[in-house]
């Protein structure tokens, strides 16, 4: 089991991956704009890491 498994049945629907992206994403640029510039740094680097698990790699092919 990893921290974001793209496999698990939650993230079968596609806006549920898209919102794991999205929320740290909002979040860090509510960051930017209040000055925090370590927080930014967290959420966006969350966001990065949601993208890339959850979108670019995605979920595997079933094997037959």
């Known amino acids: ?17 898209w919102a794991t992206v999205g929320v740290p994403a909002l979040w860090a640029c509510v960051e930017a704009i209040r000055g925090n510039g370590g927080w930014v740094l967290a ?3 969350l966001a990065a890491y949601a993208f890339w ?3 670019v790699q995605g979920p595997s ?4």
């Open 43 to 45: 959420f966006a680097a």
């Open 61 to 64: 092919e079933p094997k037959s």
């Open 53 to 55: 698990k959850l979108i």
């Open 1 to 17: 089991m990893t921290f974001l498994d793209p496999n698990d049945p939650f993230f079968r629907p596609v806006w549920r991956r």
